[in-house]
């Protein structure tokens, strides 16, 4: 079993920056991709940003210059740090991971979601 946790949403203003921190433990042999995506009311889930295990990155094209994603392979963590936040940033951040386990089963996980608002 494999759980990812969440923390570091928040309320904002526009302009400003908040960092979402993902852990993930459990019976976890090695993490391949790790991602951001977000749902903002009455819309469908998004792709933020991806990296890969040796750290490539992919961001929509509404955060480039503004997000950036990072991970630490040895803590099984993904960061996303945000910076200029705009009200349209407004969602529910979910954290995923595609995780090979003792098992040699490969599996995508989700966090539970963080809140981010971002007022005007």
């Known amino acids: 079993q494999v759980q990812l946790v969440e923390s570091g949403g928040g309320l904002v203003q526009a302009g400003g920056s908040l960092r979402l921190s993902c852990a993930a433990s459990?019976?976890?042999?090695?993490?391949?991709?790790m991602a951001w995506y977000r749902q903002a009311p009455g819309k469908q889930r998004e792709l933020v940003a991806t990296i890969t295990s040796g750290s490539s990155t992919n961001y929509a094209d509404s955060v480039k210059g503004r997000f950036t994603i990072s991970r630490d392979n040895a803590k099984n963590t993904v960061l996303l740090q945000m910076n200029s936040l705009k009200p349209e940033d407004t969602a529910v951040y979910y954290c995923?991971?595609?995780?090979?386990?003792?098992?040699?089963?490969?599996?995508?996980?989700w966090g539970q979601g963080t809140q981010v608002t971002v007022s005007s």
């Open positions: 995923n991971a595609e995780v090979l386990d003792y098992g040699f089963r490969q599996k995508n996980y």
């Open positions: 459990g019976s976890i042999l090695s993490i391949n991709a």
